[in-house]
C-alpha cells in the first residue's frame, strides 16, 4: 500500500529565506508526483509534475526534485515571499491502471513579512 | 480554454439528507477524478470516471456514487449523509489513454465544501 508523508507539518519562515519541503513515498513503483499549492478553503493549483523518469523540474523559484529509488521528493523554493503562504501537497500516481493519486497531509508554510 | 469548474461553491446539509456536487471538466479531458478532504488532512479517493464509466474507486462505500456524462462532465452523489461527510470534496480532470504519451497532469477545480449538521 502507498503512502505518502510529509516533513515537516507546519513551518514559518522569514521572507527571503530559501526553504526545503520533503516529501516521501513508500512504493517506488510510481508513474509520476505533482507538488500542489492549496490556498486556505481553496481547490488545488498544480505547482510541478516529476515523470519517474526525470530527475528535477523548475519553475520561476520552485525546483522539485524526485529520487525514486529512495521514495523522495523535495520542493525547493528560493527568496520565499509573504505570498507564498500557503499548504503545499505532494501527490504520487501509481504505475497501474488506476489514475487516482495519493496524497500527504501537506506541509502549512508561512511566510513572515 | 475553460478550465475545471465545480458547484455549488458551498452547501449546508442535514444529516440523512442526499446531495449532487456538478463538475466540469477542463475542455479536451475525458477522465474526472474526485477526492474528499477534511479539514487539515490531504485529499482521498473517492472514484474516477474514465469516458463515462467508473475506473477505479477508494475506501468509499456504496452511498458515494457518480456519474460522467458525454461531455465529460461529472456528478457526486452521496446518500444518508453522515456529520463525518463533512468535508472539501474536489474534483480534478485530466486525459488519458490515446497513443501519445502525454503528461497526464490532473486539474483540479475550486472544490464544493459540504456541512453536514
Known amino acids: 500500500k502507498q503512502e505518502v508523508t510529509q516533513i515537516p507539518a507546519a513551518l514559518s519562515v522569514p521572507e527571503g529565506e530559501n526553504l526545503v519541503l520533503n516529501c516521501s513515498f513508500t512504493?517506488?513503483?510510481?508513474?509520476?508526483l505533482q507538488w500542489f499549492r492549496q490556498d486556505p478553503g481553496k481547490g488545488l493549483t498544480s505547482l510541478l509534475l516529476i515523470q519517474s523518469s526525470q530527475r528535477e523540474q523548475t519553475s520561476g523559484r520552485l525546483n522539485a526534485s524526485l529520487d525514486k529509488s529512495s521514495g523522495r521528493s523535495t520542493l525547493y523554493i528560493a527568496a520565499s515571499q509573504p505570498g507564498d503562504s500557503a499548504t503545499y501537497l505532494c501527490?504520487?500516481?501509481?504505475?497501474?491502471?488506476?489514475?487516482?493519486?495519493?496524497f500527504g497531509s501537506g506541509t502549512r508554510l508561512l511566510v513572515r513579512p | 480554454e475553460t478550465g475545471v469548474t465545480q458547484s455549488p461553491t458551498h452547501l449546508i446539509k442535514t444529516r440523512g439528507q442526499q446531495v449532487t456536487l456538478r463538475c466540469s471538466s477542463q475542455?479536451?479531458?475525458?477522465?474526472v477524478s474526485w477526492y474528499q478532504q477534511a479539514l487539515g488532512q490531504g485529499p482521498q479517493f473517492i472514484f474516477q470516471y474514465y469516458r463515462e464509466e467508473e475506473n477505479g474507486r477508494g475506501n468509499f462505500p456504496p452511498r458515494f456514487s457518480g456519474l460522467q456524462f458525454p461531455n465529460y462532465s461529472s456528478e457526486l452523489n452521496v446518500n444518508a449523509l453522515e456529520l463525518d461527510d463533512s468535508a472539501l470534496y474536489l474534483c480534478?480532470?485530466?486525459?488519458?489513454?490515446?497513443?501519445?504519451?502525454?503528461?497526464?497532469?490532473?486539474?483540479f477545480g475550486p472544490g464544493t465544501r459540504l456541512t453536514v449538521t
Open positions: 475542455s479536451g479531458h475525458n477522465t
Open positions: 480534478a480532470s485530466s486525459f488519458e489513454g490515446g497513443r501519445r504519451i502525454l503528461s497526464y497532469e490532473q486539474y
Open positions: 501527490a504520487v500516481r501509481r504505475m497501474d491502471s488506476s489514475y487516482k493519486l495519493i
Open positions: 512504493d517506488s513503483a510510481i508513474y509520476n
